[in-house]
């Protein structure tokens, strides 16, 4: 056809591609409404887009048939390699042409299925810049901080100490499975220890977005929710760099997967580096993205969005990981920067972000459903898939059980085994493992890895997931609790909420609990104690100069506030 209709014809069929999609997660939508009307516990919103994406999938893969025309298809050209880009000479004319995948043998008569299919894969590197960011910052953002910070040194534990065993030992088991299909010959390709140690670190990535919804909406304890919340935000941050550092090992010599010790040093020294990097300019950018455009909501709220949204895309420019700086950056501004803002504008960016994250993580699922069929590289393999089922059910109780008796060892308030069992079966993958395992399917260890992790977060969302309201029944956790929460978004603790929090953490978050109330709070928001109130006499006027007006008053409409809130007591108790 002519270019224009031929032009015309593509514009057309994204359009359809992209209404696929919309209408999915509208289908979605008014499922989780009836769900949520008949109080519908055993299927969350995230496995229903999950099982609409698999039916489409089918639908596209099996059902529909692009027209076949081969009339402008050439079948063979002597080329050696497979360049990105070809410049082809017709008639002195050049044209470019674009390198779009491999044709599988004897599949040159399907080019216009595979091309359908291909429509509706996406770069990776969408979920990495486009969807992901809104889901890791919302989580951060949405953070409650007291429950959180009261169980501080125990979710660390889970996230870093356990994420780092979870990885070793699947890694270790998948590479005695290995070693064993390579025996018996069902092993198509090269897979390395290596290989087996990404695997680990993909699949150590917890997601529980269904049981954390089950548990919000139950009041499940606070502690066992902050617990399961905290190492589920925080190790999504380990895995993607342990799995980036996995990649970096690189040993000297021609045997690039031999064991060296300053390889696995220097793998070692860029996981601390991209960590802490990227921790840091999560942190500067949230304490500095603090905005004066109080009497405009609209433009307070847009330079909010895109200040948060150009943290993660900072860090990748910079060779660290956007998923680590945009999450310390939602936790950071939610304790400081919201304080800055206007009420409609604390109110439309809770919104805001909570919108972009139901919207980008049913997004995914349902994306997950449909790559089950759409992806044409898939490698299923059954030996694989059983050892990595055993290994991730192994490495979560790696993770769990040894951790939390050394954790009780110290903790005033134990984590009892019921909790643990509940941690255990609620480790559920989700779209972490599926972004970092879609990201590289190049070669056959890769794309066994992917096809792999696809069926492991089908099982944990729809079994795990769905079993999550009789496991509580079960293992009789307390559920109506009043969590007594401070919502993360509500600005600064009062004074008995700090206090509380303050006396349930561990000694060097005291110390730090008194530093930021009576110092940072005070420097880099309008609320706590004014710097005039905390600084030495002799840096007064430092201090005037560092405290803003706005922060004067809102001193003192809070005293205001708390000799009317005494007064009324006092009355109360007099009557």
């Known amino acids: 056809p002519p270019p224009l209709s031929r032009y015309k014809l593509f514009h057309r069929q994204d359009s359809a591609y992209l209404l696929i999609f919309i209408m999915l997660l509208t289908l979605t939508i008014l499922?989780?409404?009836?769900?949520?009307?008949?109080?519908?516990?055993?299927?969350?919103?995230?496995?229903?887009?999950?099982?609409?994406?698999?039916l489409v999938g089918v639908i596209l893969r099996f059902g529909i048939h692009a027209p076949q025309s081969m009339s402008d298809v050439i079948l063979s050209c002597a080329v050696n390699g497979s360049p990105a880009t070809l410049?082809?000479?017709?008639?002195?004319?050049?044209?470019?042409?674009?390198?779009?995948?491999?044709?599988?043998?004897?599949?040159?008569?399907?080019?216009?299925?595979?091309?359908?299919?291909?429509?509706?894969?996406?770069?990776?590197?969408?979920?990495?810049?486009?969807?992901?960011?809104?889901?890791?910052?919302?989580?951060?953002?949405?953070?409650?901080?007291?429950?959180?910070?009261?169980?501080?040194?125990?979710?660390?534990?889970y996230a870093f100490i356990g994420t780092v065993i979870s990885c070793f030992v699947i890694g270790l088991i998948m590479y005695g499975f290995v070693s064993f299909m390579k025996v018996v010959g069902q092993l198509g390709g090269?897979?390395?220890?290596?290989?087996?140690?990404?695997?680990?670190?993909?699949?150590?990535?917890?997601?529980?977005?269904?049981?954390?919804?089950?548990?919000?909406?139950?009041?499940?304890?606070?502690?066992?929710?902050?617990?399961?919340?905290?190492?589920?935000?925080?190790?999504?941050?380990?895995?993607?760099?342990?799995?980036?550092?996995?990649?970096?090992?690189?040993?000297?010599?021609?045997?690039?997967?031999?064991?060296?010790?300053?390889?696995?040093?220097?793998?070692?020294?860029?996981?601390?580096?991209?960590?802490?990097?990227?921790?840091?300019?999560?942190?500067?950018?949230?304490?500095?993205?603090?905005?004066?455009?109080?009497d405009f909501p609209l433009l307070e709220t847009a330079l909010f969005f895109l200040m948060s949204w150009s943290t993660f895309l900072l860090a990748e420019a910079c060779g660290f990981t956007g998923v680590v700086a945009v999450l310390f950056c939602g936790i950071t501004q939610a304790h400081y920067t919201y304080n800055n803002l206007s009420p409609d504008s604390q109110d439309r960016t809770k919104q805001l972000f909570e919108l972009l994250n139901f919207l980008a993580e049913n997004f995914i699922f349902s994306y997950m459903g449909l790559t089950l069929f759409?992806?044409?590289?898939?490698?299923?393999?059954?030996?694989?898939?059983?050892?990595?089922?055993?290994?991730?059910?192994?490495?979560?109780?790696?993770?769990?059980?040894?951790?939390?008796?050394?954790?009780?060892?110290?903790?005033?308030?134990?984590?009892?085994?019921?909790?643990?069992?509940?941690?255990?079966?609620?480790?559920?993958?989700?779209?972490?493992?599926?972004?970092?395992?879609?990201?590289?399917t190049a070669t056959y260890a890769r794309q066994m890895m992917f096809s792999t992790t696809l069926l492991i977060v089908f099982f944990t969302v729809w079994i795990c997931g769905g079993g999550t309201t009789p496991m509580l029944s079960f293992m009789s956790i307390p559920v109506g609790v009043d969590s007594d929460q401070d919502n993360a978004n509500s600005g600064a603790l009062d004074g008995s909420q700090r206090r509380s929090t303050k006396h349930e953490s561990a000694w060097p978050f005291r110390i730090w609990y008194n530093f930021d109330h009576n110092y940072l709070k005070p420097l880099l928001t309008h609320s706590g104690p004014p710097l005039t109130a905390t600084l030495p006499a002799c840096c007064g006027p430092l201090a005037r100069c560092l405290t803003s007006p706005q922060a004067y008053e809102d001193t003192e409409n809070l005293r205001i506030k708390e000799e009317a809130l005494t007064l009324k007591e006092t009355s109360k108790a007099d009557a």
């Not at 499922?31 to 496995?47: A, C, S, V």
């Not at 979920?127 to 901080?145: E, T």
């Open 87 to 157: 410049l082809v000479n017709v008639s002195g004319r050049f044209y470019e042409y674009t390198l779009k995948g491999e044709v599988g043998q004897g599949k040159g008569h399907q080019v216009q299925d595979d091309e359908m299919l291909r429509k509706v894969t996406f770069d990776p590197e969408v979920f990495f810049n486009i969807l992901l960011p809104p889901i890791i910052f919302h989580a951060g953002y949405s953070l409650k901080r007291r429950h959180f910070f009261r169980n501080i040194g125990s979710i660390l534990a």
């Open 374 to 440: 759409s992806f044409q590289s898939h490698v299923f393999n059954p030996l694989f898939i059983v050892g990595a089922f055993v290994a991730v059910f192994l490495g979560r109780a790696a993770n769990i059980y040894p951790l939390s008796f050394l954790l009780n060892l110290g903790r005033k308030n134990k984590i009892g085994y019921n909790f643990q069992h509940v941690m255990m079966f609620a480790g559920l993958r989700g779209a972490m493992t599926f972004a970092l395992s879609i990201r590289d």
């Open 31 to 54: 499922t989780i409404w009836l769900f949520k009307h008949r109080r519908f516990r055993f299927l969350h919103e995230t496995g229903l887009a999950m099982i609409y994406g698999l």
């Open 190 to 294: 090269d897979f390395y220890f290596t290989d087996c140690l990404f695997f680990g670190a993909i699949v150590s990535a917890t997601d529980p977005v269904t049981v954390l919804a089950i548990f919000n909406e139950l009041k499940v304890d606070v502690d066992l929710y902050a617990l399961l919340f905290g190492e589920s935000v925080l190790n999504d941050a380990v895995a993607i760099v342990l799995s980036s550092s996995i990649v970096a090992y690189q040993p000297a010599g021609d045997n690039s997967h031999s064991f060296e010790a300053m390889a696995m040093l220097k793998s070692f020294g860029v996981f601390l580096g991209v960590f802490s990097g990227s921790f840091a300019l999560g942190v500067v950018t949230g304490v500095v993205t603090f905005t004066k455009l109080r």
